[in-house]
């Protein structure tokens, strides 16, 4: 059969596609910034139909309804990796689960039986077909291939919004059992000036129609959802995370850590570097600046990396593997324009969480830097990225431990953990004597490298607990100082 008559068999409504999901199936949401819209609220409309569903998902990006009280009876709610804004909430009220592994692991568990999850059901966006009958899985491949691969049935909704890029991110017609066509909402500049007309106060319209200007036209729709459930101070604390905005007053300290790993990238290297504060800002700060025939291998990314692939910076020349290519599992970090000229761009490939994130992948490129952002570090070198407060949770590790690893397993390879000194405007410091009781440590003492805050860096590998504390101390926030050397003389001396 021509997968053209195959594609039209299985075309099919919403409230159609999702009949084949029963009660006791687990049902996966692909994607993230990009998952499906109608599908999942299709099966969220048959809830009293259904009992016992589990719900796998990967840093959600919209509440269907499965999260909220009252649906614990029926839906368990599974979150993979990353937490992300909208779920952060649930899981701290316990309506939704974390599974604390990185993406590598989390593909890894498929090899045990006693401990895989199977996927009866596969919800997913996809890109209309090419002429062979290919769907693209788009720049936000995550684990949507592996999650395909192992389900029993899969429901894709075709989005013309979703682009092809290159790398190894697609899926045949003849592989899936459902096809529904829905496109993204397309908001203009003067439908978003319309939509925002009437919000209050003047400051909050201000912020998000600025930022909403920021994005593509199809991106709106979701993050305008979120903005208008924020006040002012909300807004801007996304905006941060996202890297739409500079965290205000904190431009001499990112560009004092950007100084900082400057001084650790030598020309040649290969890297990978986080979304969020500092590390999202880097690049705009001038942490590469002067480094030439730089490849790429990350997760994801942050602003003005792209444009080091476009400025020829970033070559990927001495990378062993996919060479002259930047590789990534997400475009999730770019700026709209940025995204728009990696997508069909030969120099961009984009590979599964479990290719990505694999240690051993990493490790085959010769230095290889990675760089993420800690929320907090103990004086043996313990590194928090996920909670505060003791216990609350920001973040999952995402592909950060598997990063860190992977990057002091290469050949001339550096772990970079960046963070400021201080938060709460300047009332906590990042670095800590011990973690109080909640706290988690996403890269252990023994995987510590470089610790770079504004204040320099501290170099921690084959150092002991006496040593790292004062490399530590002598990058934290001169205010906390000498209490930590009080702490340290009490852990660490006779």
Known sequence: MDWREDYKQKLTAPEEAVKIVKSGDRVAVGGSIDEPEVLPAALWDRRDELNDMKIYQLCPMKDYGWGQPGAEGKFEVEVIGFIGPISRGRANEHRISLIPNGWYFSAKADERAKE?????????????????????????????????AKAKRVIVEVDKNIPWVYGDGWIHVTQVHGIVEHDMPVMTDEDLRARVANIEPPEKKEKILTFCLDLLPHQRQLLLGFFEMMDVNGIDSFAETIGLIVPKGQEKIMEAVAGY????????????????????????????????????????????????????????????????????????????????????????EVYSASYVTDPKVIAMNDNMVAINNGLSVDLTGQINSEVIFGGVLVNGPGGQPDSQLGAIMSKGGRGITVMRSAVMGGTISSIVAQFEPGTVATVGRHYADYIVTEYGIARLMNKNFRDRANELIAVAHPDFRADLKKEAQRLFWP
């Not at 500092?278 to 997760?299: I, N, V």
């Not at 599992?329 to 120099?347: H, I, Q, R």
Request: aromatic residues 14%.
């Open 116 to 148: 895989k999850k199977d996927i009866d059901v596969f919800l997913v966006r996809v890109s209309p077909p090419n002429d062979r009958g290919f769907f693209c899985f788009g720049s936000e491949l995550w684990l949507k291939k592996d999650w395909a």
């Open 261 to 348: 790993v400057n001084e650790l990238m030598k020309d040649g290297d290969c890297f990978q570097i986080g979304q969020g504060s500092p590390s999202g800002f880097l690049p705009r700060f001038g942490a590469f600046a002067g480094k030439s025939d730089l490849g790429y291998h990350a997760e994801m990314t942050a602003r003005g990396v792209c444009t080091m692939v476009k400025d020829g910076q970033i070559t990927g020349k001495y990378k062993n593997i996919n060479k002259g290519k930047a590789v990534f599992n997400s475009f999730a970090g770019m700026s709209p324009l940025e995204a728009v000229y990696a997508s069909d761009n030969p120099l961009f």
